[in-house]
């Protein structure tokens, strides 16, 4: 044998494995690569078909229906208003003094779908009848916010299929793919089209790309235009029409296609473009509409109506033409649509309702839920929103930040980024659920959620945790309560080794006032000698047992709020004043996670603990009702609010926090104002927090009347001398009622002792003599036997 074939053999047989290798790789390949595309798509297909739903509305006596926008309400959950009685779910009908509405019943599928009948006098309701039997109140289906998948910044209100009407879906597969459901996934005859017209055109001008492949490259791909990406964009759109239905993916297109932008913010599928640019529901689109809005599924930023309005037009026009051609519009209905102008919303509020709600809601999902909560298929998220809440905090936000750059000039700034802002914040006590979240004055400049993010002073806001922890002393410590008489004096005391002094709002002083007096007018010198009595100490362990978080050092500024905080925070440690005495473990944003018809359990956490009792909470409400009707909190008294208000303004010395935290025994509400870089604004809780408050109180006290505290057990109201806090006698010149915890009330005063009060006090005396109880006759000795 030739020595120069002998190393031929054993290559041989190195060969045959390498070539099984490699025809294996070349199989295993696509494979794999196919499962972890589809892998990767059903995750988003999960994500985005997880539903993220508003409160529904609830309908109970009391409720002004025009106040809560009901026929809108109903409108936009796709109610049809008829003249005669409601015959089927989804109908509703207004007759004299009172409102048919036929519901749709669970999750608007149809179960326990019925006939409810609201009687309404002065358009607020006075009961509610189900099948004419009475019943305590109603709830509507809750509005679709957003799907899970949504990204901050994002303007996205995902649809169902269902939802859209018919005139929508065939100006989309009018514009984009006919042939939708008859092909595969790939359009042959589409495809050979396309490459025919660019033949002849000499350049790129048709794309013949199927809805599915659109879908495909949406999730899956980059956007840039290479021979290896549509190949991988073709196998991937058969793999998927082979597992998904066409309405599914059909679902997914409409709800995911780019449709523009909003300043920075990307305006994501048709439910919030029909907003954005019309102001009003998918259901409700003309097929001039529908197609305006199909004009723009091929290239947004150049069919936009409102970047080119006669580009548009023509594209518009020319889609209604394929429609009548396709015979899905009739002539007479295109000729019609086609005289329509072109009009559109100018484009500078977000569609997306609570934007900043929602932001914080998916995180509170992963917190509360786990990351794997929002990622199954058709899982229904309901939330705590209130969306009439919602709307009446934006207005009054809006409307109070433009009011206080009107009246004072020099906290106005063009750089969005430096504007004024501020937050509003509105739980449900007895729960801990927001109803309402405004985390900024615009979303599209800043997505930045100051109400659970950004860390402020409190000021004097913080006050209320002094004089709790005053009013409930335990042994050792000095006791108050609210006629206990304190000196409001100007102080100086040694911190660090420094002196440092309080100062009073104006540096005016009261000299000697009661604890009530000093927490209505918000008196700094007065406050830090309560706190100084009290012991600094037993103040951080109030305001830590109540809930607050922070670095709560035991200094005598920390009794004025020199610390930091987050608003969210701040409301969550006011709830236990204003529910009674229990703590709530977080203020929730998300109500329950429902999966078919099983309920997704949050991950467990700490439950509601009672720890202030009833009576202190009470108190110390009483206390801010106080600062409502006659303190630093007196406008919303004089703005005609009712008298079921307590409330707390909040003003940091510097003058870069202004706050009000209010509530009734249903609903609290926190408003900050400040700048986001700290600057001075100057003003005062009262100044500029307050009117922001108010505005928004007013219109949720007419939606949704509130009662008044009640006295709880172990609180006893009694008159008192005004003038030295005692408790009053006939004679006492200046007599005011106070409240007190049990076994804590005042002496008699014995400084204001007339005639009257002798002689009444003797009758008192002779009375008492009369009603002692006779003593009972002394027992018989006992005899004992003779001795």
């Known amino acids: 044998m030739d020595p120069e074939l002998k190393p031929t053999r054993p290559l041989a047989r ?217 190949l991988r964009e073709a196998w991937l759109a058969a793999l998927v029409e082979s597992r998904y239905s066409k309405e599914r993916i059909l679902e997914a297109y409409l709800n995911e296609v780019y449709l523009g932008q909003r300043g920075p913010i990307a305006i994501r599928g048709v439910g919030a473009a029909t907003r954005a640019y019309f102001g009003k529901e998918v259901h409700q689109l003309t097929p001039a509409e529908a197609a305006l809005l199909a004009a723009m599924f091929r290239g947004p930023n150049s069919y936009s109506p409102a970047v080119d309005p006669s580009r548009a037009r023509d594209r518009r026009n020319a889609i209604l033409a394929r429609m009548r051609d396709l015979g899905t519009l009739a002539p007479r209905d295109y000729d019609r649509a086609r005289r329509e102008p072109v009009r559109v919303r100018s484009l500078v509020a977000p569609g997306q309702s609570a934007p900043y709600f929602v932001d914080h809601v998916r995180q509170e999902l992963e917190q509360r839920f786990g990351s794997d909560a ?71 400049s800043s997505q930045f959620n100051r109400g659970t993010l950004a860390r402020r002073q409190p000021g004097s806001a913080f006050k209320p945790f002094v004089y709790l922890a005053a009013l409930r002393a335990g042994e050792g410590v000095p006791s108050f309560t609210a006629a ?9 005391l040694q911190v660090g080794g420094r002196p440092w002094s309080p100062r009073n709002y104006e540096d005016r002083y009261e000299g000697t006032v009661t604890v009530r007096q000093a927490l209505e007018r918000s008196l700094n010198a007065a406050t830090v000698r309560i706190a100084q009595a009290v012991g600094l100490a037993n103040v951080v362990k109030t305001a830590r047992t109540l809930g607050l978080h922070g670095q709560l050092a035991p200094v005598p500024a920390m009794a004025l709020g020199a610390f930091e905080v987050t608003p969210l925070d701040l409301a969550l440690a006011y709830l236990p004043l204003a529910n009674g005495g229990i703590r709530l473990p977080a203020a929730i944003g998300v109500r329950a996670v429902h999966y078919r018809d099983e309920e997704v359990k949050p991950i467990s956490g700490e439950p509601p603990v009672p720890v202030i009792s009833a009576a202190e909470a009470w108190l110390v409400t009483s206390l801010l009702k106080g600062v409502v009707t006659s303190g630093t909190g007196g406008a919303a008294r004089a703005s005609g ?104 009330e005042p002496p008699m005063c014995d400084e204001h002792r007339g005639v009257v009060d002798h002689v009444v006090n003797g009758w008192n005396r002779l009375t008492d003599w009369f009603r002692r109880p006779a003593p009972e006759p002394a027992a018989p000795p006992e005899k004992f036997g003779n001795r």
């Open 374 to 444: 929002s990622g199954v298929r058709g899982a229904r998220i309901v939330t705590t929103l209130d969306l009439n809440l919602q709307r009446f905090a934006e207005g009054a936000v809006a409307r109070g930040l433009d009011r206080l750059e009107t009246s004072t000039p020099r906290l106005r700034r063009r750089d969005p980024a430096r504007r004024l802002q501020a937050v509003m914040i509105v739980v449900e006590p007895e729960t801990g659920e927001i109803r309402a979240l405004v985390g900024g004055r615009d979303y599209l």
């Open 641 to 744: 609010l009712p008298d079921v208000i307590a409330g707390k303004t909040g003003t940091t010395n510097d003058g870069r926090d202004a706050w009000f935290v209010g509530y009734t025994p249903r609903l609290l509400a926190l408003v900050w104002v400040g700048y986001d870089g700290g600057d001075v604004h100057g003003l005062s809780g009262a100044q500029a927090a307050l009117p922001i408050w108010i505005d928004f109180m007013k219109s949720a006290l007419d939606a949704y009347p509130q009662p008044d505290f009640a006295v709880p057990s172990g609180i006893v109201l009694t008159e008192i001398d005004a003038t030295n806090g005692k408790r009053a006698g006939w004679s006492c010149p200046v007599v005011v009622r106070e409240s007190f915890l049990v076994g804590t």
């Open 14 to 230: 190195w060969r045959r494995p390498a070539l099984i290798a490699a025809l294996t790789l070349a199989v295993l390949t696509p494979v794999v690569y196919s499962t972890v595309e589809l892998v990767r798509f059903e995750r988003a297909d999960a994500r985005r078909t997880t539903f993220v739903y508003a409160s529904g509305q609830s309908l109970t006596p009391g409720v002004h229906v025009q106040r809560i926008a009901l026929a809108a309400t109903l409108i936009r959950l796709g109610y049809g208003e008829t003249r005669s009685t409601p015959k089927a779910p989804g109908q509703f009908r207004r007759a004299g003094g009172a409102w048919e509405i036929f519901l749709r019943g669970a999750e608007g599928g149809g179960r326990d779908s019925r006939l409810v009948r609201l009687q309404v006098d002065d358009d607020r309701i006075t009961q509610v009848t189900d099948g004419g039997q009475e019943i305590a109140d109603v709830v509507l289906e809750g509005e679709v916010l957003a799907s899970a998948m949504d990204r901050p910044g994002e303007d996205h209100r995902p649809v169902r299929l269902e939802e859209a009407p018919r005139v929508l879906i065939d100006a989309v597969l009018a514009a984009e793919d006919h042939r939708f459901f008859e092909h595969g996934g790939l359009d042959l005859r589409a495809l050979a089209r396309a490459a025919w017209a660019n033949l002849r055109a000499g350049r790129v001008k048709e794309g013949g790309s199927t809805i599915t492949q659109q879908l495909v490259k949406i999730r899956l791909l980059s956007p840039q235009r290479t021979l290896g990406r549509k």
């Open 484 to 492: 206990t008489r304190v000196d409001d004096l100007p102080l100086t």
